[in-house]
């Protein structure tokens, strides 16, 4: 007997998120993951800790979704290579920001 398939309506998520995807050539770009972060020379980042994306919310602001995020200024991710801490950074609009390497 062949398997049987019905449709469901999709169920909204749990939690409002964004789902990001390599950007082709031309693509918008909202942001990068990975690399040395760029922040401003007062945060500290603790040992341990190594940048898992960096998100303009300005480019983000362009585009529908149901998440309560500032509408300028960069949101910078840190996180733990285990995935166990982490940390979030604002980065208003114009703040002198440098290339930091994470210890």
């Given at each position: 007997?062949?398997d049987r398939?019905?449709?469901?309506?999709?169920?909204?998520?749990?939690?409002?998120?964004?789902?990001?995807?390599?950007?082709?050539?031309?693509?918008p770009?909202v942001?990068?993951?990975g690399g040395?972060?760029l922040?401003?020379?007062d945060?500290d980042?603790p040992?341990?800790?190594?940048?898992?994306?960096?998100?303009?919310?300005?480019?983000?602001?362009?585009?529908?979704?149901n998440l309560?995020?500032?509408g300028?200024g960069?949101?910078?991710f840190?996180?733990g290579?285990?995935g166990r801490?982490?940390?979030?950074?604002y980065?208003?609009?114009?703040?002198?920001?440098?290339?930091r390497?994470?210890?």
């Open positions: 007997m062949a398939l019905r449709w469901r309506r999709p169920r909204p998520p749990a939690r409002p998120a964004v789902r990001l995807t390599h950007a082709a050539e031309g693509d770009v942001g990068r993951l040395r972060p922040l401003p020379p945060v980042v040992a341990g800790l190594a940048l898992a994306a960096e998100l303009d919310c300005a480019a983000l602001a362009g585009y529908e979704m309560d995020l500032p300028t960069t949101l910078v840190l996180a290579v285990e801490e982490g940390f979030v950074v980065v208003p609009p114009g703040t002198a920001v440098t290339e390497c994470c210890p």
